[in-house]
């Protein structure tokens, strides 16, 4: 017998509160849905589910196309998750609110474990399946993602040459051109420990914001501090969280790597490049260089 019910036996409680139907956010629970809506459902207009579901414009009769063009969808749309929980992030730095940003990044790690997850349908493609569909996607390429530049540019990896290919695209390239100008998160992250008392250079805190971040010395040796320092400061915490981001980001290179190498061998991609060649130089980058390099000296 648990023990409410024992306690009831003692003292009967008065007549039981209705209990709230369990409720799902779409619809009511404990009663036959409605059916009857003026417009589109509630539904609908929240999720827009048919553009969502509408936006499959296949190139080929491929039927293992699908599978290639959605789950680019997919991964375009936890860029832009990603992206908000970045700058989200960016901007609580900004005003001293760490637990905010440390939600955010939190956050950010869970959508970047289900970004990885997203490889799986692709991550076997044979070079005989790809090619079935690779010609009709004409010079296409991930590399004109947009939403995935503004990611790169967030961790610090800025390039206005990056920005030529959107020039088409207004909203895009004006998208594009604020987030050049803007700190990265990796900015935000070395203004707080220059307010936290850390050794920060000038130069660092005063850099051109459009350049690609380029590790310092100092950098490091502030990171060193931390680390060497009380486990339980929240810059520990803030390093580890960012971490993880960065150790995520590197995963999504090596499969997006060893997907492109399973796919395509070393022939050039149709974006215009080397192919796995230029890939492997990207993947080699280290997202929050010092963040790296410092445990060495720890
Ligand atoms: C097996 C399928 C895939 C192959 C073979 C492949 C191949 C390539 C290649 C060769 C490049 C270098 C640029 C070029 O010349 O095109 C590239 C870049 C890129 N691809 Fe893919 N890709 C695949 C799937 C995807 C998917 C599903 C996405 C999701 C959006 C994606 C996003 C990107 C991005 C963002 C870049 C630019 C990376 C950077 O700037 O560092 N790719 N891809």
């Known amino acids: 017998m648990s023990h409410s019910s024992s306690a009831s036996q003692a003292s009967p409680s008065p007549e039981p509160a209705p209990q709230p139907a369990p409720s799902c956010p779409f619809g009511q629970a404990e009663a036959d849905?409605?059916?009857?809506?003026?417009?589109?459902?509630?539904?609908?207009?929240?999720?827009?589910?048919?553009?969502?579901t509408h936006a499959q414009h296949l190139l080929s009769d491929d039927p293992g196309e699908m599978a290639f063009l959605v789950t680019t969808q997919?991964?375009?749309?936890?860029?832009?998750?990603?992206?908000?929980?970045?700058?989200?992030?960016?901007?609580?730095?900004?005003?001293?609110?760490?637990?905010?940003?440390?939600?955010?990044?939190?956050r950010s790690t869970y959508e970047l474990e289900a970004l990885?997850?997203?490889?799986?349908?692709?991550?076997?493609?044979?070079?005989?399946?790809?090619?079935?569909?690779?010609?009709?996607?004409g010079e296409g390429s991930g590399f004109q993602s947009a939403m995935y530049r503004r990611l790169e540019f967030l961790l610090g990896e800025k390039s206005a040459s990056m920005l030529v290919p959107h020039r088409g695209a207004p909203r895009e390239y004006a998208e594009l051109e604020k987030a050049l100008?803007?700190?990265?998160?990796?900015?935000?992250?070395?203004?707080?420990?220059?307010?936290?008392?850390?050794?920060?250079?000038?130069?660092?805190?005063?850099r051109d914001p459009t350049l690609k971040y380029e590790?310092?010395?100092?950098?490091?040796?502030?990171w060193t501090e931390?680390?060497?320092?009380?486990?339980e400061n929240e810059l520990v915490r803030l390093g580890?969280?960012?971490?993880?981001?960065?150790?995520?980001?590197?995963?999504?290179?090596?499969?997006?790597?060893?997907?492109?190498?399973r796919a395509m061998g070393a022939k050039m991609g149709t974006g215009g490049s080397s192919g796995v060649a230029w890939l492997e130089k990207r993947a080699r980058k280290?997202?929050?260089?010092e963040l790296w390099t410092a445990r060495s000296h720890v």
């Open 33 to 52: 849905p409605n059916l009857d809506f003026k417009g589109t459902t509630p539904y609908e207009d929240y999720v827009q589910a048919e553009l969502l």
């Open 74 to 106: 997919v991964m375009e749309l936890w860029f832009t998750v990603i992206v908000h929980e970045w700058h989200t992030a960016a901007q609580a730095l900004r005003s001293e609110d760490l637990p905010t940003a440390m939600d955010a990044l939190r």
């Open 116 to 137: 990885n997850a997203a490889w799986k349908p692709l991550a076997r493609l044979t070079p005989a399946q790809f090619n079935a569909y690779r010609g009709a996607l």
């Open 181 to 206: 100008h803007e700190p990265s998160l990796w900015d935000e992250v070395l203004r707080l420990l220059d307010r936290r008392g850390y050794a920060i250079p000038v130069s660092v805190l005063h």
């Open 215 to 222: 590790p310092h010395p100092a950098v490091e040796a502030a």
């Open 226 to 231: 931390i680390y060497v320092g009380d486990p």
């Open 240 to 261: 580890e969280a960012l971490t993880d981001v960065a150790e995520l980001v590197w995963r999504w290179r090596n499969d997006h790597l060893v997907a492109t190498r």
């Open 286 to 289: 280290n997202v929050f260089p």
